[in-house]
């Protein structure tokens, strides 16, 4: 097994006024453009909230959930504001604690974003795992993605089961666009996990435990990473068509390709050029980057996939037909 070398920790930077697009993935800015182009979408998210506003977003989510402060969960308060003065990033969004056993977080809200951490979460990372996951979830709110998200969660919870049937099918290209956005947003996230944590271990480590469980004496990072880097490098064409059909439902990639696909940002270099300050700043800077490079980035990403995939097709032809030769051969 060939081990993986990462990045040592070292102490934490404040990103001074950091702006989003220093870690987005480029398919996540492109899918939202794209998101905004779908027919009826705006119209969509108009309606649903008018219909249910932010006070009943907040209720919706938060009826039977901790406010996190001083003296409640102290500890993850403390860690909480870690990350806020790393990313550099004012107000301070609430923060929530939700009695849920399974393993996760969201950032949800329209006009006032706030952040919801289940308890399973506090059971399964330690402290800089648990700084990963709430940068990861600050870097949703600091992208705008936390309107978005809310909607998804929205229709899928919702609109097919109490729409009439036609309706349902209505939204359905809203709910494809909105997932394949929502995965690709997970992504870009992902940096910002890393950025607020400022070490590769643990922010690669929660993908680990959220794969396998918390035991990390029965768990080896480096073996999983060779398994990520196995899973988006080998089989064929049946199973990266597999791969594809089971995500197109998700709203998270799996994480095995989480881990692998934020371990090449750090290999290509992204993340020591940011700690080194070479990153876009909020304001002026940021709001004029044109989105045509995002759209031609994206492009580029989504290029290698299909062209993979074609690869593959074609490869498996080739041997089909080869093996179809050689039988008449033997005949």
Known sequence: MTDIHLPAARPRKVLTQIAPVSWEHPADRAALQSLRSVPGFDEVVK???????????????????????PTQFPKLHQLYTDVLTTLDWEPRPELFVSQTPFVNAGAFGMERPFIVINSGALNLLDDDEMRALLAHELGHVMSGHALYRTILVLILNFSFSTLPFLAGIALLPVRIALLEWYRKSELSSDRAGLLGVQDPTPALRMFLKMAGGGNMSEMDLNAFLVQAKEYEETGGALDRIFQILNTLDRTHPFNTLRAAELQRWIEAGHYERILGG??????????????????????????????????????TAKRAAQAFSDALKKR
């Open 47 to 69: 309606k649903i909230y008018g219909f249910i506003g932010e006070r009943g977003v907040r209720l919706l989510f938060q009826a039977d959930a901790v406010r996190v402060g």
């Open 278 to 315: 070479e990153y876009t700043r909020r304001g002026p800077e940021a709001e004029q980057r044109p989105i045509d490079k995002d759209i031609d980035e994206a492009r580029e990403h989504y290029m290698k996939e299909a062209k993979a995939v074609v690869n593959d097709v074609v490869d």
